[in-house]
């Protein structure tokens, strides 16, 4: 019986959810794997496989017969159903009950240690802990994802292992490029492909052992297209400055330095790309297996797809080799974060669901998500031909569980910035939060001004907020490189302000020993520090210049009332030359235009200056003014018509006269 029809019986018999079980079984068969099933004679035969479990099903005939009769009519009944089946889409399972489809790269420096190896003794021992929550496959990690691995597992990142793909690099002035949007395109709408004599030889090998080959060969049309040029890749990339040239064939690493003019990539279908998996699972987890070194060590990072995001790098030591299958795997299940899908996010607060959480019965499964638990928020929204705009995690943001009810939970949301996490939710747009596992003791933080690395903000004061409380703890400077450590404490998630000169410049939700290092590019308080500092001077000024304009209008009277007339005037003509109100306000503007340059685009610093400079100015607009002088000149008039003016005693002699 072939696997089709199995399938379509299968379906019709026992629902959509007997189908996807055979369709797993399958896939697992000719991976060389399954979940929770040993691998035995029937796994090498899909069509074996399905005949077993087809065996293993209850008799649909209510007397326990299996008649020719009743065998033709169900066959006709299946074919019918299953056809009707066919043309209605499957939908997915709800996502607290959807598995997580993981694929385990194995990059090893020994030749004896690969896949096939440690597949049957790895899947026993994941199957402890995932039986019912991941759909596992293990394979070795492509070579250029080995080679990279085998370097330096945390340097990982989606464009360093995708790099090796062969892509379809295709001018953006072509004529037809706006109608390619597939490989199948491209061998309708272009005349050649070309590309180096080997890559071109590997992309036909890899299309004619692909199965599907011959059963769609029009899916490879684009084949045709491939010309072989002499030289290597650096000559392939000359050829994409000639006028004549359509497309090249080249990796995805070099695709992304073509330009003038830009490139339009597309991805061709074959077997093995490192892309390609990234689609096809949630989750990738690239082991790192080191036998030639003393101790033995085993690494994993994990690959969360969607986000394509990489985990934080998780390492244990090997003492035999005896014992590699279950330290990989003990391993790998260290390396396992969980994901919260967010339905709901606030300014403070989200709700989300778990991923997979109700198929895990236990309370203990790695699957589920507790009280205190800390995530990392990410988002991802992609354009109408589902390719990433924005991607990744929010610089600066963490949530932290409140509530568990079954696969629900609530959590509160901390950031520098707020409404990362807000907006409208379409299909588009995917909103994730993937559970945070410290591996070390502390992170460095570094400060450092915006758009200058090299410029560190030197002795800026950081403080420990609590969580449920507004109560602050000084926790320390930063030296001479804006470097501070910050360690950890009871609770995992720390909420650290910045201060400069009293002015809190930033918030930095941070988990020490997330990462080993943290930088935050802040926009330096050192400009409104130097205006706040001229400001508090001027203010100075001006109450040292009310003093000295009180002092001199004393002298000024007392010699009037004298009769000093010329000693007065000596006295007001020294008056005249203290600065003046017209004085203070050009020079003060001319400082304010100077700091608001030096500051730029910052809005919150910028009004700080300006509320500065407006206090000062009606502080010098009250009390340096032209009033005392002209009551002065006022006294100085009649002094000189009578004399001198009247001393204190005769002024209230003729007050007490009239």
Same mark, same amino acid.
């Given at each position: ?10 379906? =019709? ?6 189908? /996807?079980l055979? *369709?797993?079984?399958a896939?697992?068969?000719?991976a ?7 691998a035995d004679s ?5 069509t ?5 479990? #087809? ?5 649909p005939?209510p ?5 020719? #009769?009743?065998?033709?009519?169900a066959?006709?009944? @299946? ?8 043309a209605?889409p499957?939908e997915?399972?709800p ?5 997580y489809r ?5 990059a ?7 896949a ?5 003794? &790895?899947m026993?021992f ?9 759909? =596992? *496959?293990?394979a070795?990690?492509?070579p250029?994802?080995? =080679?990279?691995?085998?370097r330096?597992?945390? %340097?990982?990142?989606?464009?360093v292992?995708?790099? %090796? ?10 004529k ?9 395109d491209?061998?309708?709408f ?5 590309g180096?004599k080997a890559?071109?030889?590997? $992309? ?5 052992s692909?199965?599907e080959?011959?059963t769609?060969?029009?899916k490879f049309?684009?084949?045709d297209?491939l010309?072989?040029? #002499? ?10 400055k ?13 695709a992304?330095t /073509?330009?003038?003019?830009?490139a339009?990539l ?9 892309v ?9 987890? $690239?082991?790192?297996v080191?036998?030639?070194? @003393?101790?033995?060590?085993?690494q994993?990072?994990?690959?969360d ?8 790098v998780? %390492?244990?030591?090997?003492?035999s080799?005896?014992?590699l ?9 260290d390396?396992f %974060? ?7 996010? !606030?300014?403070k607060?989200?709700?989300g669901?778990?991923r997979?959480?109700? /198929?895990?019965l236990?309370?203990?499964s ?8 800390? &995530?990392?928020?990410m ?7 589902g ?13 932290i569980?409140?509530e568990?009810?079954?696969e629900?939970v ?10 990362g996490?807000? !907006? ?6 995917h909103?994730m !939060?993937v ?5 070390? #003791?502390n992170?460095?933080l ?5 758009g ?18 507004k109560s602050m703890t000084?926790?320390g400077?930063?030296?001479?490189n ?9 609770s ?7 201060k400069?000169?009293g002015?809190?410049l ?17 926009a !330096? ?8 500092a ?10 040292? &210049?009310?003093a ?5 209008k004393?002298?000024i ?7 000093e007339?010329k000693?007065?005037?000596?006295l ?6 203290e600065?003046?109100n017209?004085?203070?306000?050009n020079?003060m503007g ?15 610093q ?14 010098l607009?009250?009390h340096i003014?032209p009033? $005392?002088?002209?009551?002065?000149e ?5 002094a ?13 002699t003729?007050?007490?006269?009239k």
């Amino acid at each position: 019986m072939s696997l089709a029809n199995t399938k379509n019986r299968y379906r =019709t018999r026992y629902g959509v959810g007997g189908a /996807l079980l055979l *369709a797993s079984v399958a896939w697992f068969s000719i991976a060389g794997n399954s979940t929770g099933m040993a691998a035995d004679s029937t796994s090498a035969n899909p069509t074996a496989a399905a005949d077993s479990i #087809e065996t293993l099903t209850p008799n649909p005939n209510p007397d326990g017969s299996d008649s020719p #009769e009743s065998e033709t009519s169900a066959e006709a009944t @299946s074919e019918d159903a299953a056809g009707e089946l066919e043309a209605r889409p499957e939908e997915p399972p709800p996502f607290d009950y959807a598995p997580y489809r993981v694929l385990i790269w194995i990059a090893s420096d020994n030749p004896r240690i690969n896949a096939a190896s440690l597949r049957e003794r &790895l899947m026993n021992f994941i199957d402890r802990d995932f039986f019912s929550i991941w759909r =596992t *496959a293990i394979a070795d990690a492509p070579p250029a994802v080995a =080679t990279m691995a085998q370097r330096d597992l945390s %340097s990982l990142d989606f464009d360093v292992i995708a790099g %090796s793909d062969p892509v379809i690099a295709i001018k953006r002035t072509h004529k037809d490029s706006l109608r390619i949007h597939f490989a199948s395109d491209a061998g309708r709408f272009l005349n050649s492909i070309q590309g180096t004599k080997a890559r071109v030889q590997n $992309i036909i090998d890899r299309v004619q052992s692909d199965p599907e080959f011959q059963t769609t060969p029009a899916k490879f049309g684009w084949t045709d297209k491939l010309t072989a040029i #002499e030289g290597d890749a650096v000559a392939v990339q000359e050829l994409w400055k000639a006028e004549s040239t359509e497309a090249i064939l080249v990796s995805r690493g070099m695709a992304d330095t /073509l330009d003038d003019p830009k490139a339009k990539l597309i991805v061709p279908p074959i077997k093995g790309q490192v892309v390609q998996a990234i689609e096809e699972f949630d989750k990738i987890y $690239i082991v790192k297996v080191q036998s030639e070194t @003393s101790p033995m060590n085993v690494q994993v990072t994990e690959l969360d797809t969607l986000m394509r995001h990489f985990g934080s790098v998780n %390492s244990m030591p090997l003492a035999s080799e005896g014992h590699l299958a279950e330290v990989v795997g003990a391993t790998v299940r260290d390396a396992f %974060s969980p994901v919260v899908r967010i339905d709901n996010a !606030g300014q403070k607060s989200a709700t989300g669901l778990v991923r997979a959480a109700g /198929l895990a019965l236990d309370k203990n499964s790695p699957a589920h998500i507790q009280v205190g638990d800390v &995530l990392q928020p990410m988002v991802r929204k992609d354009d109408r031909n589902g390719k990433p705009m924005t991607i990744g995690p929010l610089d600066w943001a963490y949530l932290i569980t409140t509530e568990v009810d079954g696969e629900k939970v609530k959590m509160d949301f901390h950031a520098g910035r707020m409404g990362g996490l807000q !907006g409208r939710s379409n299909n588009r747009t995917h909103r994730m !939060g993937v559970l945070v596992r410290p591996r070390l #003791e502390n992170t460095t933080l570094r400060l450092h001004a915006k758009g200058d690395p090299n410029q560190p903000l030197i002795g800026y004061e950081i403080y420990d907020k609590e969580l449920d409380s507004k109560s602050m703890t000084f926790v320390g400077r930063t030296n001479w490189n804006g470097v501070m450590t910050v360690g950890q404490i009871e609770s995992p998630l720390r909420l650290l302000y910045v201060k400069n000169g009293g002015a809190v410049l930033a918030r930095l939700p941070i988990v020490p020993g997330h990462y080993p290092l943290a930088v935050a590019d802040l926009a !330096g308080d050192d400009m409104r520090l130097q205006a706040e500092a001229y400001i508090r001077g001027v203010q100075n000024v001006i109450i040292d &210049l009310i003093a000295v304009r009180e002092l001199f209008k004393a002298r000024i009277m007392m010699r009037l009332k004298k009769g000093e007339i010329k000693e007065a005037e000596e006295l007001l003509e020294g008056l005249r030359n203290e600065p003046s109100n017209e004085r203070i306000a050009n020079d003060m503007g001319k400082k304010q235009t100077d700091f608001l340059k030096a500051i730029g685009r910052n809005a919150n610093q910028q009004a700080k200056v300006d509320q500065m400079f407006s206090t000062t100015r009606s502080l010098l607009s009250k009390h340096i003014n032209p009033k $005392i002088i002209n009551e002065l000149e006022d006294a100085m008039i009649q002094a000189k018509q009578d004399g001198k003016l009247p001393s204190d005693e005769e002024s209230e002699t003729e007050d007490a006269d009239k």
